[in-house]
């Protein structure tokens, strides 16, 4: 076929497009009805969970079965494991509530771990001045203030989000350092108090305030055990049956729906996410209080973190968190347990990395799916063959 | 130059079908568009005109079909392949970098741009493709500051310079003033004179009859017919969207009914809208019990920032709103004095989908006892407020717990109007209340609007189908460009003189 | 306050800022286009051992720094790979890279917790201009990774301001959908951005473990991938200003040791905490001076995955 300047681009181009799509082209795309989430999400944790534990051997020294056994004993296999599990939870499942619920609508409560070092400081700070109430008094106050103070902690980023729309995401996670820059002042300086063990501890927070332990068949634990469980079933009541939980059901679902209804979306925003710093301020106070018994950057380890992957791959679920937690904090004692056989925790970190991988392909999965398509044949044309 | 019968086809679409999920959206289709000519593609919403569209500019990927340009066959999925084809589209939400001037979008992905670039090259280089192509464009000028018709000169110049000869535009007219969409199809019978084949996708009529040489009409995903534009009137076109334009003839009838009191009173409103032009301009009227009024207007003429005072969801410039007297203050106030707000994006806005039906169903009394008592929704009162509601519009489910998205899509109009057309409601405000529903649908919505009227309620009704408002108003006033340029009782209503109106005609 | 420990100072600012400057300047180009790698202290953690590593292997630091930029663009390959060609939540997938890289960098580490670096980066006197009493010394006796460091900005801006292919990389970051109707590859680019990021950062971890700590311990980063990552933000994506950050942050911790040693009433953690709040405060004064305009001042798409169609 005679070909003119014109069209020769054309015929060019067709013939290279013919041979291209001669082959099968896969693409990305979204599902038209994504599939169930929850679902995928919990099997693919429990996969990642499975498939990390038992490439995990390749990559220690000590065998296989020595460190199964020592993950196993050093968690559900003894009391003293399980204990370690309960007592890890705590801040981990308050942490989990901490993060899902501004989640629910979208909004991000990556200042988690500054909460807990606010809330912990503004408890320590009110404790020295409480040194002779009783327990019935001090315990509650501090409690409180643990709470206003984490709140107070994530409303500048909150603010700063529903009326400048700056990112939330990253205000609250820089002011993470500036909180341990804080504590770290208070518990060098003016509350310092030499320890023998070495690191960064404040003085002592009162004997009163120390969170009692309760004994529940032989299981030794301090009852903040009690407002781990019991908050997520609180929450979830609230989402069920509260004027708060229906709004921020119908706005985190679709905003122009809430505003159409008359919500005060803003305000709905702003104390969903103080909510969130409050009860970050919370966990902070129950590890000083039931932990640490004294002010130190170690009254947080990730654990903020932490908690918003747990809400995260639990969708914002209560239950999902509360269940999460629970495995989390058996992963996280499992890397305690394997460092008595020379193992370092890190192996435990790859892990959860590696689970949290799984749970968003999981994810990733109910959302999307690979879609192929077929040539665009054209029957009997060959006059492209002479080029 | 040849006449439309004898040029060569530009593109050429065969067996397209495209499904997302269950849905089938375009269903075996195939097409063809001469080179040179304006070709429209008419259809009501959902008919599948932009799929297909997508399809061929490469923004969508069919699940069967061949597509060719000028003989030669070209492959799916990529708009890069398409543009190359010589096929580009023009969104309707448009594909523009906000930030960036007019010149740099238009160098976006070129090739004729050189690779180390000075803004006095791009701006020249901009200005050049604006003579080239005769549209008017500010180089200089960042996209945030320009108006809804610049930003659609930008990106139709910039398909244009990329060489497309298969120009595409889906629904250009919707954000344009009647100035720039006569002078859009100025433009556009210009191109086609220079060899360009331009389709356009509408759902507008007389704007399809303006410009277009031949029409092709597609109904829930298949193509019906392609005819001349001289074998067509308004007629003869809205017989092939609509199933039966015989039944149409039947809404030109409606009750009379005796208005009460008055309900709604829209005083001297003046506002602008979010680019600080003139939106509404000293607009006054009111409308009574028992009273249907439509403000009828070509979308753009400030219908927008109506709604959005009434609804209390702006506040005016000037000028008031009041509900049985009392003027509201933010959407809480005019829920509270009795507003029903039946938006245009019913699913979307009016309902949340993912959401169950008793949720859905208390959207509007949520605050009211006995549903909420001391911070707390009871869930009893709720669901069975829900269930009332449901079986009230005949729902195809019983099942309060269902979500929204899961009820088709009529049941969900269903549930809607039969939340917002309840008897404590003192005034509905409804904005194309009949838009993109099928024949059984419109009807089932007007005669719940109408008889909502006849048990009490103000209806204010927001269209531009001049059909459905004639069908169901007592009053109708014309909006143009902000001002109210007519008012008409039923019985006066020419739908001629009506029509001009719309238009831009004084009296 | 004397002479020359002014000079120390601000010539150890500069000295330990390259790093950071050098990550930033990475994290820019990706977040132009869009992505937003929040494993950038994971990335500059895997540079730093395997430079190290290397080092120790080769005994050549050159070899150490390329092996970095390698490894460290692997790395922010995979992060992209499961987060922008999977569509993939950015936070968790970040995060999780984070903790892998932990694991396995400590892991990897443990039997050279201590160890000094065999071959460190050499410092070299630009003739002439060190000699300049006060400024010259502590201007121009730095490492050579420190020079090149200074002039990557000056790349950036020239690449994202005065050339074409710098136009495309930030309609993508802005309007990807406009980018791809224009037939430019958004899921492309933006890996190829995310893997040229994560080659910066892993010469940026490199640096630390070659030329500024010199040696490895767990951990060795210590958080200037974070601080990098913030740079990018205070700098409200302009390559002028994250060389003002750069240093800005890095002078501030040199400021906090020097206080100490002069016995200034002003805390330490001061100090380090500047950095983060002058981020924070910059960027809501940055928002809240331009909410009139129509735009805003982070690349549009920041962050959000890309669907066709």
């Not at chain 2, 003046?270 to 207007?297: C, K, M, N, P, Y």
């Not at chain 3, 980066?121 to 009493?133: E, R």
Request: hydrophobic share 50%.
């Amino acid at each position: 076929m005679t070909v003119e300047s014109p069209r020769s681009f054309l015929s060019n181009y067709s013939r290279l497009a013919k041979s291209r799509s001669s082959r099968l082209r896969w693409r990305i795309e979204r599902r038209a009805q994504p599939l169930n989430l929850g679902l995928f999400r919990v099997v693919a944790v429990f996969l990642g969970i499975l498939v990390s534990l038992a490439v995990a051997p390749f990559f220690t020294s000590a065998s296989a079965g020595t460190l199964y056994n020592s993950m196993w004993s050093g968690t559900l296999g003894s009391t003293t494991g399980l204990e370690n599990v309960l007592t890890i939870s705590i801040p981990l499942i308050l942490c989990g509530l901490a993060a899902s619920i501004p989640y629910r609508l979208q909004l991000w409560n990556v200042g988690i771990d500054g909460q807990i070092y606010m809330g912990a400081w503004a408890a320590s700070g009110i404790s020295y001045h409480l040194t002779n109430q009783r327990s019935f008094i001090i315990i509650p106050i501090m409690l409180l203030t643990a709470m206003v103070a984490g709140g107070l902690w994530i409303l500048v980023p909150t603010l700063a989000r529903v009326f400048l729309g700056v990112s939330e995401v990253i205000t609250t996670f820089l002011l993470n350092f500036v909180a341990l820059g804080w504590l770290m002042y208070w518990a060098t300086g003016p509350w310092y108090a030499p320890s023998a063990a070495g690191g960064v501890f404040a003085v002592a927070i009162p004997p009163q305030a120390d969170l009692e332990l309760l004994n529940i068949n032989n299981l030794v634990v301090n009852w903040g055990i009690l407002i781990a469980l019991g908050l997520p079933l609180v929450f979830w009541a609230a989402n069920r049956y509260s004027r708060w939980g229906y709004e921020v059901t119908m706005i985190g679902a679709s905003e122009k729906a809430g505003r159409y209804a008359g919500m005060n979306v803003k305000r709905t925003l702003i104390t969903t996410m103080l909510i969130g710093g409050a009860l970050g301020g919370l966990a902070g106070a129950l590890n000083l209080m039931g932990t640490n018994y004294q002010l130190t950057p170690g009254v947080t380890n990730n654990t903020g973190f932490n908690g918003l992957i747990i809400a995260v791959l639990a969708g914002a679920n209560e239950f999902g968190v509360l269940i999460l937690g629970l495995v989390y904090a058996v992963l996280l004692s499992a890397g305690d347990a394997i460092q008595v056989v020379g193992e370092s925790a890190n192996l435990v970190f790859a892990v959860i990395g590696v689970t949290l991988i799984f749970g968003t392909f999981g994810e990733a999965y109910a959302r999307l799916h690979l879609v192929h398509t077929r040539p665009a044949d054209v029957p009997g044309t060959t006059s492209e063959g002479a080029l | 130059m040849a006449s439309v019968d004898e040029q060569a086809e530009a593109l050429t679409l065969r067996g397209i079908e495209k499904r997302f999920g269950e849905l089938v959206a375009v269903e075996r289709l195939t097409l063809s568009f001469k080179k040179g000519e304006v070709h429209a593609l008419l259809g009501e919403n959902g008919a599948g005109k932009s799929t297909l569209m997508n399809v061929a500019a490469g923004f969508l990927t069919p699940d069967e079909g061949e597509m060719e340009v000028d003989g030669h066959s070209v492959s799916f999925g990529s708009p890069r392949t398409s543009l190359a084809a010589g096929i580009g589209m023009v969104h309707q939400h448009f594909r523009l970098v906000e930030k960036f001037t007019v010149a740099e979008n238009l160098a976006i992905g070129a090739d004729d741009v050189s690779g180390v670039l000075s803004h006095r090259q791009l701006a020249e280089r901009a200005r050049d493709l604006a003579q080239q192509f005769d549209i008017d464009i500010d180089p200089t000028s960042p996209i945030w500051a320009l108006s809804e018709g610049e930003k659609q000169r930008v990106e139709v110049l910039r398909t244009l310079s990329r060489g497309a000869r298969v120009l595409i535009l889906d629904e250009p007219t919707a954000v344009l003033t009647p100035d720039e969409a006569d002078r859009l199809c100025r433009n556009l019978r210009g191109m086609a004179a220079d060899g360009t084949t331009v389709i356009f996708i509408s759902h507008k009529l007389n704007e399809v009859l303006n410009v277009a040489d031949r029409i092709s009409v597609m109904r829930r995903g298949a193509l019906l017919e392609t005819k001349d534009r001289r074998d067509c009137n308004i007629e003869t076109l809205s017989k092939m969207m609509f199933e039966d334009h015989a039944a149409s003839e039947e809404q030109l009838r409606h009750q009379q009914r005796a208005s009460g009191n008055e309900v709604l009173a829209v005083t001297h409103l003046s506002t602008r809208d979010d680019r600080g032009v003139s939106a509404l301009h000293d607009v006054s009227f009111v409308v009574h019990q028992r009273e249907i009024v439509g403000v009828v207007g070509v979308a753009g003429n400030g219908q927008k920032e109506l709604e959005k005072m009434v609804t209390g969801d702006r506040r005016p410039d000037q000028g008031s709103v009041a509900i049985e007297g009392v003027d509201i203050d933010g959407i809480r106030s005019a829920l509270k004095a009795g507003l029903a707000y039946i938006p245009e994006d019913r699913i979307g806005t009016g309902l949340v989908p993912s959401q169950s039906i008793w949720r859905n169903a208390i959207l509007r009394n949520y605050l009211e006892g006995p549903i909420k008592r001391r911070g707390m929704i009871r869930g009893r009162h709720a669901r069975s407020f829900a269930s009332e509601l449901v079986a009230r519009v005949e729902l195809s489910t019983s099942d309060t717990a269902t979500l929204v998205h899961q009820l088709s899509g009529g049941n969900a109009q269903k549930l809607l109007a039969g939340r917002e057309l309840e008897q404590r409601r003192r005034i509905v405000v409804a904005v194309n209340p009949t838009q993109g529903l099928d024949i059984k649908a419109a009807e089932a919505v007007r005669k719940a609007l109408s008889e909502a009227c006849d048990n009490g309620l103000a209806i204010l009704l927001i269209s531009a189908d001049l059909d459905e408002a004639l069908g169901l108003a007592d009053r109708i006033l014309v909006l143009y460009e902000g001002q109210v340029t007519g008012e008409f009782t039923a019985q006066q209503a020419d739908r001629d003189h009506i029509g001009m109106l719309m238009g831009g005609a004084k009296q | 306050m004397n002479d020359t420990l002014v000079v120390a100072s601000i010539a150890s600012a500069i000295s330990s800022s390259t790093a950071v400057l050098i990550a930033a300047t990475g994290e820019l180009l990706v977040e132009k286009t869009g992505v937003y790698n929040i494993a950038l202290e994971g990335v500059m953690l895997v540079g730093a051992l395997s430079g190290f590593l290397v080092d120790l292997a080769t005994g050549s630091w050159f070899l150490g720094l390329a092996v970095a930029a390698i490894a460290g663009g692997l790395f922010a390959l995979l992060y992209g790979i499961i987060t922008v060609l999977f569509r993939t939540d950015l936070i968790v997938v970040g995060v999780a890279l984070i903790l892998v890289a932990q694991g396995l960098t400590n892991t990897l580490g443990t039997s050279h917790v201590g160890q000094s670096a065999k071959s460190v980066i050499p410092i070299w006197n630009v003739p002439l201009l060190s000699h300049i009493p006060f400024l010259g010394v502590a201007l121009f006796r730095q490492s050579v990774v420190t020079y090149v460091a200074m002039l990557m900005p000056v790349g950036a801006a020239y690449l994202l301001n005065r050339t074409r292919h710098g136009l495309n990389m930030k309609a993508i970051g802005e309007n990807p959908e406009a980018a791809d109707a224009s037939g430019i590859s958004v899921i492309g680019w933006r890996l190829f951005y995310t893997t040229v990021g994560g080659a910066l950062a892993g010469i940026g971890g490199a640096v630390i473990t070659l030329g500024i700590v010199k040696d490895w311990v767990s951990d060795v980063t210590a958080g200037e991938g974070w601080i990098a990552f913030a740079v990018v933000f205070f700098s409200g994506w302009q390559p002028g200003w994250i060389i003002v950050g750069a240093y800005f942050f890095g002078s501030l911790s040199v400021l906090g040791y020097v206080g100490q040693a002069l016995g200034w009433p002003i805390p330490s953690q001061f100090f380090t905490i500047l950095p983060y709040l002058g981020t924070v405060l910059v960027m809501i004064l940055r928002a809240w001076l331009q909410r009139r305009r129509g735009a805003v001042s982070w690349p549009a798409a920041l962050g959000l995955p890309f669907y066709r169609g």
